[in-house]
């Protein structure tokens, strides 16, 4: 039986407007700031989010950039005292762009998380294949997660995480275990590379889309990201039944990540429109109506026949013009 059809067994849980200690679902529309001083200290297994990155968009007033880290720092401040003391806090950040010089947005941060006390796991960099074009530098492909812990003690389910080995068949050539099957059976770490390619399964690295027009979980938000990223730090960082904050939770897709896999989910988000539409989804994720994109599904490839795939007409006279 899927995902999709487990969740269909049961009604949508109530989705709370503040958190306590029964809810299963709560999403909070207040400043962030606000809502975290309500919330009790090392209650939350997971805390996952794509803060806004200071570069104008409609849901945030550009800042100068020393006076956003001033306000990420305060947040961070109060998400470490929120986070239990085996938990994770994994953090999606791109690039801040001041007049054409990008300023990586992941070396800005550490140094706050560090001062705060945690400790960096990983810098995973997600790749993906489409974006936005740039015309004075390399187009930006990929953006970073950092993966935070508070202790040396955490939570880290890998064998639910694994993806299937390039070579399976590969045998220990000497020692003790020589002759004997060199791998996992249940697969390989999928390393801190999470890869935007076709053959996902096959090439057994992390195959997630950026979430633009035709993706499928397309919402009115400009910088929603998908689904299936945050649902694989909820599967490796958590355990089911365990609690999984969103800060910045936009339209609500850490929370679905979240309840997909049997975890209870808190979102936080000034918007009151983001929250009434991750409220909808959260609802149409229990109909059967909402269409997450299935986690580890192959990108589609194009097979070249396609007439977007195909170089233009015009491409071919002005070559031959020249």
């Not at 009604?11 to 606000?34: K, N």
């Not at 560090?114 to 960099?125: F, M, Q, S, T, V």
């Not at 997909?260 to 009151?272: P, T």
Request: glycine content about 8%; aromatic content about 10%; proline content about 6%.
């Amino acid at each position: 039986m899927g995902e999709q059809d487990q969740a269909l067994l049961s009604q949508c849980p109530r989705i709370d407007d503040s958190f306590a200690e029964g809810s299963e679902i709560a999403i909070i529309c207040d400043d962030v700031l606000d809502a975290c001083h309500n919330l009790r200290s090392e209650s939350f297994n997971l805390i996952v989010s794509s803060p806004p990155y200071n570069i104008g968009k409609s849901y945030e007033k550009e800042v100068k950039l020393d006076e956003y880290l001033a306000w990420q720092s305060d947040v961070i401040t109060e998400l470490v005292r929120l986070l239990h003391p085996k938990g994770s806090l994994c953090w999606q950040v791109g690039n801040y762009v001041d007049k054409g010089e990008v300023v990586p947005l992941d070396i800005c941060f550490y140094p706050l998380f560090k001062k705060a006390g945690l400790h960096l796991r990983n810098r995973i960099i997600w790749h993906f294949g489409h974006g936005l074009h740039a015309s004075k530098r390399f187009s930006g492909r990929y953006e970073t997660v950092m993966w935070f812990t508070k202790g040396d003690d955490y939570t880290f389910n890998l064998d639910d995480v694994r993806v299937p080995a390039k070579y399976p068949g590969k045998r220990n050539y000497k020692g003790s275990q020589i002759g004997k099957p060199s791998g996992n059976p249940l697969g390989k770490n999928p390393s801190d590379f999470w890869e935007f390619v076709a053959n996902e399964w096959s090439d057994g690295v992390f195959d997630i889309p950026n979430v633009k027009s035709n993706h499928p979980e397309k919402t009115s938000h400009p910088c929603q990201f998908p689904i299936e990223l945050i649902e694989r730090c909820v599967l490796a960082c958590t355990d089911e039944r365990d609690l999984v904050l969103d800060p910045f939770s936009g339209v609500g897709s850490s929370l679905i990540a979240a309840l997909k896999r049997n975890r209870r989910a808190v979102g936080i988000d000034r918007s009151q429109d983001y929250c009434d539409i991750a409220a909808k989804r959260i609802r149409d994720y229990y109909d059967g109506v909402l269409r997450p994109r299935p986690i580890g599904k192959a990108v589609h490839k194009p097979t070249g026949k396609e007439k977007v795939a195909q170089i233009p007409l015009e491409w071919t006279e002005e070559q031959n013009e020249k």
